[in-house]
Nanobody, 126 residues
Framework: VQLQAFGGGLAQAGGSLRLSCAASSGTISSITINGVDWYRQAPGKERELVATVGLGGTTNYAASVKGRCTISRDGAKNTVYLQMNSLKPEDTAAYYC??????????????????WGQGTQVTVSS
């Protein structure tokens, strides 16, 4: 089971991007995605927690993105989105998603794990 983050790219200040975080199940028949976090890390800076969404849909945002970003989830697609609007140059960073996953292996063994997706780069030009 893997998480894949995608949707980054180059945008102008004031523009928008939508990042996606999807769980690929391979041969696993069913995955439950519990809490999901989006982080970002800019060169030379510490990793920052940007947004979180719980299984029930409760959301939280960093002050730096509140009002400009929306985190949402599509359970049917096992995908979580981060809609980013009114982008600023300081939003430039590699964005990572992380999630608590629960599933059964093909042998029926229950697994709960914290998974990370690879980063997707967001670059905002002024």
């Amino acid at each position: 089971v893997q998480l894949q983050a995608f949707g980054g790219g180059l945008a102008q200040a004031g523009g928008s991007l939508r990042l996606s975080c999807a769980a690929s199940s391979g041969t696993i028949s069913s995955i439950t995605i519990n809490g999901v976090d989006w982080y970002r890390q800019a060169p030379g800076k510490e990793r920052e927690l940007v947004a979180t969404v719980g299984l029930g849909g409760t959301t939280n945002y960093a002050a730096s993105v509140k009002g400009r970003c929306t985190i949402s989830r599509d359970g049917a697609k096992n995908t979580v989105y981060l809609q980013m609007n009114s982008l600023k140059p300081e939003d430039t960073a590699a964005y990572y998603c992380s999630a608590d996953l629960a599933y059964n292996t093909n042998d029926g063994a229950p697994v709960q794990e914290r998974a990370w997706g690879q980063g997707t780069q967001v670059t905002v030009s002024s």
